[in-house]
C-alpha cells in the first residue's frame, strides 16, 4: 500500500523517535517501509543504513548508504557513515573514496582525517597514513585515536622518542 506525504512524514518521526530511544529494529523497519515507497529519498536510505550500522549489520548497512552517498553528494554524514561501513567491512579502498569526498566538503574535521590514516594503514600506506594522522592532531591535538595510531606507528619504525611523547599527550589528554 503505496504512502502519502503525510504518512512518510509522521513515519518518519515514529522512526527518529525509535531510533533516540535505542530501538534500532523497530526503527529499520520504519525506515524500509519508507524506501520502500520512496526509494530515491536519500535520507530515508541514510536513516535505514544508519541503524543498520548501530545493529552491527555492516554487509545490509552497506548498499542503503551507498545510495544516500549518491542523492546526498554534499551530506558530510552520508560520506563518513558509508566510510565507517566500508573500513568494517575491509573495503578501505572504496572508504578512501569516500573519505576524500567528505574531507573535500569538511576540511577541517579531525576524526575524517584520522579514519583516513586508518584506511591508509589498513592498506600498508604506513606513510601516508602518518601524514594523515598528522593533519587529525593539527586541527585536534588531542584527538586519543590518532595520538594512538601515530604512536604505534611510530614504535613500529623504532621512533620511541615520539611514540611515547604521543602516548603521554594521549595520557594527559585524555585522564
Known sequence: MPLNDQQIQTLGRDALQRAAAGDFTSAEAMFARIVE???NMGQALHLLGQV????????EAR?????AAQFLPRDVAAQTNLAGCLMQLGRHE???AALTKAAKLKPEDAAIAHNTGR?????GRAEEAERAYDLALSIDHRLLPAL???AELLAARGEWAGALADLE???VSQP
Open 63 to 67: 548498499e542503503p548508504l551507498e545510495r
Open 169 to 171: 599527550t594521549a595520557l
Open 94 to 96: 572504496q572508504a578512501l
Open 52 to 59: 543498520r550500522l548501530k545493529l552491527g549489520r555492516f554487509a
Open 148 to 150: 594512538s595510531a601515530r
Open 37 to 39: 515507497a520512496r526509494p
Open 119 to 123: 584506511s591508509l594503514e589498513a592498506l
